[in-house]
T-cell receptor, first 110, second 112 residues
């Protein structure tokens, strides 16, 4: 149990659809990051939120967007899904390298 | 962007053997992190290294921060079945950056 909860655990979507993934932390960390992990690869940084503001972004197009709420829970939204968006999406709570990863949401785009 | 290269990509060993894997970068890292990922789970931090030359242990695991700051090593002694998984090195690409760059992982398989 990492204290970081992601939902749903698995999801199947059709190309072109939109998806929202959710993350919450028991400890209420004010920093949350999202990573995409394609099969057989290491996680890749999507973006980070700090106190409800985006605080850094990786090499992902604008159709990947996020929100952080006053209770520090977070959402990752992906519009116009593409087949290559199929991956494990990981939420990370914390800072100063005390990174606590959630178990992820496995997204399959068909 | 900065990349981390891990080797080997996969290892098949007998239970009880020692394991060594490494991670290299073309640029300097000031922090090295080693994670283990089990199937269906997120990565779990094993060891964090903050200083060139640092050698840190966590049970049967030992990791070293290379003197050049461009590499790091992870050793596992007397492997057991629960060591099976994928091991990732990672680090922040610039000092103070909160995002992490990950290697592509080393998959460890243990034959009982």
């Amino acid at each position: 149990e990492t204290g970081v909860t992601q939902s749903p655990t698995h999801l199947i979507k059709t190309r072109g659809q939109q998806v929202t993934l959710r993350c919450s932390s028991q400890s209420g960390h004010n920093t949350v990051s999202w990573y995409q992990q394609a099969l057989g690869q290491g996680p890749q940084f999507i973006f980070q939120y700090y106190r409800e503001e985006e605080n850094g972004r990786g090499n992902f197009p604008p159709r990947f967007s996020g929100l952080q709420f006053p209770n520090y829970s977070s959402e990752l939204n992906v519009n116009a899904l593409e087949l290559d968006d199929s991956a494990l999406y990981l939420c990370v709570a914390g800072y100063n390298y005390g990174y606590t990863f959630g178990s992820g949401t496995r997204l399959t785009v068909v | 962007g900065q990349q981390l290269n891990q080797s080997p990509q996969s290892m098949f060993i007998q239970e009880g053997e020692d394991v060594s894997m490494n991670c290299t970068s073309s640029s300097i890292f000031n922090t090295w992190l080693w994670y283990k990922q089990d199937p269906g789970e997120g990565p779990v931090l094993l060891i964090a290294l903050y200083k060139a030359g640092e050698l840190t242990s966590n049970g049967r695991l030992t990791a070293q921060f290379g003197i050049t700051r461009k590499d790091s090593f992870l050793n596992i002694s007397a492997s057991i079945p629960s060591d099976v998984g994928i091991y990732f090195c990672a680090g922040p690409p610039i000092q103070g950056a909160q995002k992490l760059v990950f290697g592509q992982g080393t998959r460890l398989t243990i034959n009982p």
